[in-house]
């Protein structure tokens, strides 16, 4: 949850650095908050402009998010280690905005990490099922492709808004402490 809570938190600013006047009234709002101006102070740090500091400052929710899944086996660690790759992509994607060709190329690249995540989860969720995970988890495991549209759609930004809503999917995945043990695993433990 702290992941979606940092993307949240991240959006606001993000959305005016992107769509100026014309960003969402509440962005606008919560943009000229006295906790943004440590966030706008960055504008021209390092030479990079707001926008690509974005990128930069996105990366602890893309590990916050990703972290959890490690714990819950192969597949479903896979579509952690997918939120891990994010980050990296993410800071490339945003510092290629402004860059020249063919370095622009790589501007939205991050889009390509997000399609993956709810593709890997597929197998995963199938994987958990059969790894006697509760019917909750491979379940929601399954409806990723779901939030990322839906937190996409509601926010207005990706890859902000879609990692608010992949965030908020993995809090509720974590509820799980750990992954199931196979039967055969307690019956052998048992006997030794």
């Known amino acids: 949850m702290t992941g979606a809570g940092w993307a949240l938190f991240l959006l606001p600013p993000q959305l005016v650095a992107w769509d100026g006047q014309d960003a969402p009234t509440w962005a606008l709002s919560a943009d000229s908050l006295p ?7 960055l504008d021209g740090a390092g030479g990079l402009e707001l926008y690509a500091w974005a990128g930069v400052l996105l990366v602890p929710a893309w590990l916050l998010i990703g972290w959890p899944l490690l714990g819950y086996g192969r597949l479903p660690g896979l579509v952690g280690v997918l939120f891990l790759l994010g980050a990296p992509v993410s800071v490339t994607s945003y510092l290629a905005e402004g860059a020249p060709d063919p370095w622009h190329s790589l501007w939205g690249a991050e889009i390509f990490v997000l399609l993956a995540i709810p ?7 199938i994987s958990a099922r059969s ?21 996409t759609a509601a926010f207005g930004y990706f890859p902000h808004g879609t990692l608010i809503g992949l965030g908020v999917e993995v809090g509720a995945l974590a509820l799980l402490p750990t992954a199931p043990r196979p039967r055969g695993w307690r019956l052998a433990t048992s006997c030794a």
Not at 35 to 41: H, I, N, Q, T
Not at 119 to 125: H, Q, R
Not at 137 to 148: D, E, F, G, K
């Open 35 to 41: 906790v943004y101006g440590l966030v706008r102070e």
């Open 119 to 125: 593709l890997a989860a597929i197998p995963a969720a």
């Open 131 to 151: 790894r006697h995970f509760p019917p909750w988890w491979w379940a929601l495991l399954a409806c990723t492709l779901l939030v990322a549209v839906t937190s």
